[in-house]
């Protein structure tokens, strides 16, 4: 007797996608939804792309709703959950993709900025996935899933390569990358999966200059063997399938889709 599943891997399930604005979190939003999941749409200033980003994927036959929260604010965060489950009713996954970069020389690397981007790229996380944590435990099982739910992390491959000009960066991802790996090992015991990807070079508004002239992407290149510069749909993939029943066995994971950008690109021309 073959069994019933459901058409589509993400059916049914509910996704908050923070930062889903622009960038690797659109696409992100996008491909969940796609797979069948209704996504929150959260962004913390850009409300017309929030609402372009809802308009394409609801074109799409998907549903979606913008919620505006800026993830490294307690207060923020708990709202966009409290709207989430008004909207949705509870929630099966969590993209923690909000993230930015605020470059300087280290010699010059500002307190503000320093704060800024630890607030966004790690406290945020934090905040987002302990809420979510908490929606599992008390929402339960659904038929819909294996797992009680799923955290996922976007981190950096700067979360293993040290990053000259991005301290504030770099140390935001390194912190990720245990925040990641602690969550999934105390989670793993109520059902929860909690894992990271780690993308490279991706074409998107946060690195534009690294990629935007021929001269840039031939630089850029030589950084990565593969040869091609990212899409953000190579990372809107990786994030279904962590999200989704195929995936199951997997938690503390981190996935690099990276064009072999950590594999000490260099080293194929000398060692
Ligand atoms: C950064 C990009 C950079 C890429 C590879 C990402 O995490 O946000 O600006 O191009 O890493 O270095």
């Not at 394409?56 to 709202?79: H, Y």
């Not at 008004?86 to 930015?100: H, K, R, Y």
């Not at 008390?138 to 491959?157: D, E, F, M, N, Y």
Request: proline letters at 4%.
């Amino acid at each position: 007797m073959s069994e019933t599943k459901p058409s589509l891997p993400l059916s049914g399930q509910r996704a908050i996608v923070t930062g889903a604005s622009s960038g690797i979190g659109e696409q992100i939003a996008k491909s969940l939804a796609a797979a069948g999941a209704a996504v929150v749409v959260n962004y913390s200033r850009d409300e017309k792309n929030a609402a372009r980003v809802v308009g394409e994927i609801e074109s799409a036959r998907g549903r979606a709703v913008a919620v505006r929260a800026d993830v490294s604010k307690e207060s923020e965060v708990l709202a966009m959950f409290d709207r989430a489950r008004a909207e949705l009713g509870s929630i099966d996954i969590l993209v923690n993709n909000a993230g930015l970069q605020k470059d300087a020389a280290f010699v010059d690397l500002s307190l503000a900025d320093w704060d800024k981007v630890i607030g966004v790229n790690l406290t945020g996380q934090f905040l987002a996935s302990r809420e979510a944590a908490r929606e599992f435990l008390r929402r339960g099982r659904t038929p819909r899933a294996r797992s009680l739910g799923k955290i996922l992390c976007i981190s950096s491959v700067h979360d293993i390569i040290p990053w000259a000009g991005h301290a504030n960066y770099a140390a935001s991802k390194g912190g990720v990358a245990l925040l990641m790996k602690t969550m999934a090992q105390e989670l793993a015991q109520h059902g929860i999966r909690v894992n990271a990807i780690s993308p490279g070079a991706i074409k998107t508004p946060i690195n534009t200059s690294a990629w935007d002239t021929p001269t840039a992407e031939k630089e850029l290149l030589k950084l990565i063997p593969y040869g091609r510069v990212g899409e953000p749909v190579d990372i809107g993939r990786a994030a279904v399938w962590l999200a989704s029943d195929d995936s199951d066995y997997v938690t503390g994971a981190t996935l690099y889709v990276d064009g072999g950008m950590t594999l000490f690109p260099e080293f194929r021309f000398g060692g």
